[in-house]
């Protein structure tokens, strides 16, 4: 079936992922790729900025006949702000609301639900024609980006020869990778230790773990990354099968409030981050305009994929 990408997760997380298709061309006409990842998820649904979704939205779904109730995603989101943008046409571009990823904190198959994401985004491209891929997303959602991101840069010409000379372009808010404190296992090179302090708030809790991007993303394989980090690191209680301390995190050794940290060679910084006074619930629904402009000028960039984008028709 069309989803039978996520056979690779357990089938019980596999049955409360919740994925919204809000434009989706032909698979040979899809040049361009825009996933919104929603935060960890309670049992009824959280609110997220990211993809415009709504508190208890999972109420209007009913899994024995697999009907859903009418829903207006709320137009005040990220989604809308960079869908309204003309930055892609509604003709070549693919776009996903993960409303529950399922990829929570305290999962042991962190590696499987990853690699049935990969699929999923492989499943909706032309991968002879990738222009491309835009992944954004808050907390635990913002991990999964990153991860992604990872994945399809290290391993491109594995997946697609074209794959390689694609734009990924990647934002998040506060991201949340586990830090290998618990026995969830270290993602993405996190550690709890050093830390970084968020300059703008006085509050010694509100701190980011870290991790090396540099040896995450190695150089030559960036050429067409692009990566916007907005952070807070305020410190909150994973809500799962326990309760753990979790902080967000950040690149390793940098505390000033904004650092273009890595430039791409093209005047633009391939990795940029923030330091910002909202807390981690609710910082996925700030910066969206400030993300707007960092994607706009991140599809300037001639990559080898193809020409600097130009804006186009609107999605919504």
């Not at 990872?150 to 390689?164: D, F, G, I, P, V």
Request: proline fraction near 3%; hydrophobic fraction near 30%; charge should be neutral.
């Amino acid at each position: 079936s069309e989803y039978r990408c996520f056979r690779h997760m357990r089938k019980e997380p596999q049955k409360k992922l919740y994925i919204s298709e809000l434009n989706v061309p032909s698979r040979s006409n899809t040049k361009n790729f825009a996933l919104f990842i929603a935060g960890q998820q309670n049992s009824n649904g959280q609110s997220s900025g990211i993809t415009g979704q709504r508190s208890s939205y999972k109420d209007k779904f009913e899994r024995k006949t697999a009907s859903f109730s009418p829903y207006q995603l709320a137009k005040n989101s990220l989604a809308n702000t960079i869908l309204s943008s003309g930055l892609f046409s509604a003709d070549d571009t693919f776009v996903g609301l993960v409303f529950d990823a399922q990829f929570n904190y305290e999962f042991p198959d962190k590696n499987t639900i990853e690699k049935s994401y990969i699929e999923y985004i492989l499943s909706k491209l032309n991968t002879e024609n990738i222009e491309t891929i835009y992944i954004a997303g808050h907390s635990r959602g913002g991990c999964l980006a990153m991860r992604i991101a990872q994945e399809l840069t290290h391993r491109a010409k594995e997946y697609s020869s074209n794959l390689y000379q694609a734009r990924i372009i990647i934002q998040t808010w506060d991201p949340v990778c586990s830090d290998g404190r618990f026995p969830f296992g270290k993602e993405f090179g996190v550690d709890d230790n050093p830390i970084v302090d968020n300059p703008v708030v006085a509050d010694s809790s509100w701190y980011v773990h870290t991790t090396d991007m540099e040896a995450q993303f190695q150089n030559k394989r960036r050429s067409c990354l692009v990566i916007r980090a907005f952070l807070s690191g305020e410190e909150f209680i994973n809500v799962g099968e326990g309760f753990y301390t979790v902080h967000g995190f950040g690149h390793r050794g940098h505390s000033d409030k904004e650092n273009s940290i890595f430039d791409t060679g093209a005047d633009f910084p391939w990795y940029t981050q923030s330091f910002h006074t909202e807390e981690h619930s609710s910082i996925n629904s700030f910066h969206w305009s400030t993300a707007r402009s960092h994607l706009r000028n991140a599809m300037r960039m001639d990559c080898p994929c193809g020409k600097p984008k130009q804006q186009k028709e609107t999605i919504v």
